[in-house]
């Protein structure tokens, strides 16, 4: 599993931070980041650590019901944004047939724009293409998009766009269902 982060310049990397082993998972480097805390104490704070609120999350979900899972998704996309020092977090659903997807929760730091409720895939069709097949598209910076991207680059150049993003698709039976989206 990996996990994302920023650095001190705002770009974002992709870190390895669990190990399946025979009889447990052990936490790896996960470098300072942190999540924020836990819905019942109060808010984001930036400085716990990693570890601490991924089992805070952890619980938080395993005993929620499933008719309060909705309610608990963006508040926890908050602290999980804000304590890698994100711009936007976002989880949108497949639209096939329209050729994008829509957004069913998001989460945007003050004065960053929200992503459109429906993004279509023509707008950054590299990243897009790399989700469509099941793979992780990390984007550090704007620079690291392969010549080919143009689109791509117009988009993060733009007013919606982002300096640096990492988008992972959500699989069911190896078909892509959703994403999610973080960036900075």
């Not at 952890?58 to 005993?63: E, N």
């Not at 309060?68 to 949108?92: K, Q, Y």
Request: charged share 25%; glycine share 6%.
């Amino acid at each position: 599993m990996s996990s994302v982060l920023a650095n001190a310049a705002g770009r974002l990397q992709v870190a390895t931070d669990f190990r399946n082993t025979s009889a447990e998972r052990t936490l790896e480097t996960v470098e300072s980041a942190a999540l924020g805390p836990s819905m019942n104490v109060g808010p984001p704070d930036e400085k716990e650590s990693f570890p601490s609120v991924l089992e805070r999350l952890s619980t938080r979900f395993a005993r929620v019901s499933s008719a309060e899972v909705g309610s608990e998704i963006e508040p926890w996309m908050e602290r999980v944004a804000r304590s890698l020092g994100l711009d936007r977090s976002v989880i949108a659903e497949f639209l096939p047939e329209r050729g994008g997807f829509q957004v069913l929760y998001q989460w945007t730091r003050e004065g960053f724009p929200p992503m459109p409720m429906y993004f279509a895939n023509d707008r950054v069709p590299w990243i897009a293409a790399k989700v469509r097949n099941g793979e992780t598209a990390v984007v550090p910076s704007i620079h690291s998009l392969p010549r080919n991207a143009s689109s791509d680059r117009v988009h993060m150049r733009g007013p919606g766009g982002s300096k640096a993003a990492v988008v992972v698709p959500f699989c069911i039976d190896e078909e892509v269902i959703a994403q999610s989206v973080l960036e900075t």
